[in-house]
């Protein structure tokens, strides 16, 4: 199994502008989450998604921030417009009902000059 | 609700030397604990969890943790580590009612292995 996949694996943008983070679930998995890592916050869960369908978006800083997940086999997260505190490595995840653990994609480091 | 604390946030260690990696976790349900370790520019990777039945579980890459119901801890330990244990190590807890869907994590523990 290729694991979750993300991309870009690096993203370096101008405050201001459009960002767009996707990511790939483990084909089989139905679960899929997307999280923020940053040294002063460290690992911050932003939302997840059951089936396609967002269940908890409470860790979403902002409207500036949006999460789709418009099919099985993939998801974005959205910043709208980027701001340089959004500077940080963003994870996703995924996983399905039957395990007890989640799967981690290697990450994309954002930075927002 | 559950969490976890991470006790040290950093762990310096002599190569060949044992460590341990102490996790605290606070719930008022069943537990399902675990350890993730990740390496420089990396994901998350799963070292090894608890489920149920004996509480020592063993891991990848010789590492093995304690379930201890009393004292509500989790602690991962190794007798000798090596200059490629150097890492991230997160602890991390979710309860049996709402199983991998709600995973909280430990701040972290940044080992590293002196040679």
New interface residues.
């Given amino acids: 199994d290729a694991g979750?996949i993300q991309s870009p694996r690096h993203e370096v943008t101008e405050m201001g502008q459009e960002v767009t983070l996707r990511c790939k679930p483990i084909s089989g998995h139905n679960?899929l989450f997307w999280y923020r890592q940053t040294m002063m916050r460290?690992?911050e869960?932003l939302i997840?998604f059951?089936n396609n369908v967002p269940?908890d978006d409470s860790g979403m800083p902002e409207d500036r921030f949006s999460a789709k997940m418009p099919n099985a086999s993939f998801s974005t997260l959205k910043i709208q417009p980027s701001e340089p505190r959004d500077s940080a490595v963003y994870?996703c995840?995924s996983?399905r009902?039957d395990?007890?653990?989640?799967?981690?994609?290697?990450?994309t480091?954002l930075t927002v000059t | 609700a559950q969490s976890v604390t991470q006790l040290d946030s950093q762990v310096p260690v002599f190569e060949e030397a044992p460590v341990e990696l102490r996790c605290n976790y606070s719930s008022s349900v069943s537990v399902?604990l675990?350890w993730?370790v990740q390496y420089p520019?990396?994901?998350?990777?799963?070292l090894l969890?608890y489920?149920s039945g004996s509480t020592l579980v063993k891991g990848i890459n010789g590492f093995e943790a304690e379930f201890n119901k009393s004292q509500t801890s989790f602690h991962l330990r190794k007798p000798s580590v090596h200059i490629s244990d150097t890492a991230e190590y997160?602890c991390a807890v979710?309860s049996s009612r709402t199983?991998?869907?709600n995973?909280f994590?430990g701040?972290?523990t940044r080992l590293t292995v002196i040679p």
Avoid: C, D, H
């Avoid at chain 1, 395990?99 to 990450?107: A, K, L, M, V, W």
């Avoid at chain 2, 520019?41 to 799963?46: S, T, Y």
């Fill in positions: 979750v679960s460290g690992l869960l997840y059951n269940i994870f995840a996983t009902p395990y007890y653990e989640q799967y981690f994609g290697p990450g480091r | 399902y675990f993730y520019n990396q994901g998350l990777q799963l969890k489920l997160f979710s199983g991998a869907n995973l994590f701040t972290g």
